[in-house]
């Protein structure tokens, strides 16, 4: 008995190290395919609705952000990367936004797997995101994107006839902002 809870307790350590659902099977979308359907609850923030271009509805999808291009951060309250790596997405926001080529063009939006909306609102407030997040408490939208570990980055560009076409997808922070949205800009072909 005491072996089978050992056995557990260093599971559940492990996944708690190395992210959610460390040891899931399924793989994230690559790099040509198409994104899978994610469907989102449109924010009650005025400033988050304005910001992705949402006005109505109860539900929106990636493609319908006013934007060319997406970088969507999978990421978990728990996950201590996720933390960590917090003040270089929060400037990775500031930087698009203040650059006048990028601002509208490209937009930053971060789910959280597993977390419930008060999660997510404890998250935003300690690390003060400037930027929508949205929670996925029941795994849905965490298991179409292919049960990542967190955190996961992917950028995905949105075309006009509505299709959106993953351009980056990568697990694991970053350590520059600035270097990060170098390889979206180049990824997204906004000029």
Do not use: W
């Amino acid at each position: 008995m005491k072996r089978n809870v050992k056995c557990c307790l260093l599971v559940i350590a492990m996944m708690l190290i190395f992210g959610l659902h460390a040891f899931a099977g399924a793989s994230p979308p690559k790099v040509g395919d198409q994104m899978p359907v994610i469907k989102l609850p449109v924010p009650g923030d005025s400033f988050q609705r304005d910001y992705l271009g949402i006005h109505s509805g109860t539900f929106f999808t990636i493609p319908q952000i006013k934007s060319q291009f997406v970088i969507i951060q999978i990421f978990s309250m728990y996950c201590p990367h996720c933390q960590r790596n917090a003040p270089e997405v929060n400037k990775l926001f500031e930087l698009i936004e203040n650059n006048p080529g990028l601002k509208g063009k490209m937009k930053l939006i971060g789910i959280g797997a597993g977390n419930s909306p008060f999660e997510v609102d404890f998250y935003r407030k300690t690390y003060k995101i400037p930027f929508p997040l949205f929670p996925d408490e029941d795994f849905v939208i965490h298991k179409v994107c292919g049960e990542v570990r967190t955190p996961y980055f992917f950028g995905v560009k949105i075309h006009k006839d509505g299709s959106h076409v993953v351009s980056y997808s990568k697990l694991g922070g970053f350590e520059h902002a600035e270097d990060f949205l170098k390889e979206m800009v180049r990824l997204s072909g906004i000029k």
